[in-house]
């Protein structure tokens, strides 16, 4: 039964590896527009994200796993490649509802709307990388 897969999803402890980024005053902040989505969907749906452990890493890729942020299966150990992580997070449900069509707009928003934009703020205007985004990378 669907319900019974998406249950299934949902009780897999499945671990994030991330880049933990620290800023120049020593806040830890987010760089990566992927991050602050799985970040989202950890405190939009925490009853279906209670076996999702984040773990950071002191670098932007690992050497034969890829770019992070990413996810592992802590119980099979398969991998989740960074392009397949929200898609992984989004099924992650405790029991569907009637509101998944809501949630797939918010989602679509968020991607569109505030994915782009903190992306195009955090490496395209001069003044935050400069003093914001580019010590935060270089520390």
Known sequence: APDDVHAKEASQPLDVLFFRTVDPSGRETIL?????????????????????????????RLPGLGPLPLAIE???GSLAPRTELLGILARRRVA???ADDDDAALCA????????????????DDGVWEDF???ALRS
């Open 74 to 76: 802590s119980s099979s």
């Open 96 to 98: 569907p509802s009637a």
């Open 133 to 135: 985004t580019g010590p």
């Open 109 to 124: 928003m968020v991607r569109g709307c505030i994915g782009s934009a903190v992306d195009s703020l955090l490496f395209r």
């Open 32 to 60: 990566d527009p992927v991050f602050a989505e799985v970040l989202f969907l950890l405190r939009w749906r925490p009853a279906s994200m209670q076996d999702v452990r984040l773990l950071p890493r002191s670098y932007p």
